[in-house]
């Protein structure tokens, strides 16, 4: 959901942890097969909401497409720690793996 690292690629991530560690992502693998709605509540209010540090109408959105955890790195783990009351499950490096309660 943040600004990723120069040189990543989301959806190598996404593919990284579903092949090893049997996580899903909400965005999905093909945005053709979703309804419009669906994208653009994604790709508007959820990325909106993660970016301005907005915790109180992000949890309520993240579990309406019932997320359940949250691969993010850097300051952005500690901020949806403290602000969001988000659970650290595993951190490596400057990525981490949040739970959503």
Not at 14 to 40: D, L
Not at 79 to 96: F, N, P, Q
Request: include cysteine; charged fraction near 20%.
């Amino acid at each position: 959901m943040a600004t990723e690292p120069p040189g990543s690629y989301p959806s190598a991530y996404a593919s990284y942890a579903a092949i090893y560690y049997n996580k899903s992502t909400i965005h999905g693998w093909g945005e053709m097969f979703k309804e419009y709605e669906y994208t653009h509540r994604l790709e508007g209010y959820l990325v909106a909401y993660f970016e301005e540090h907005n915790c109180q109408p992000l949890l309520p959105l993240l579990a309406e497409y019932n997320a359940t955890e949250i691969l993010t790195h850097k300051e952005d783990c500690s901020y949806l720690i403290e602000e969001c009351g988000l659970i650290k499950k595993a951190r490596s490096g400057d990525a981490c793996l949040l739970e959503i309660p």
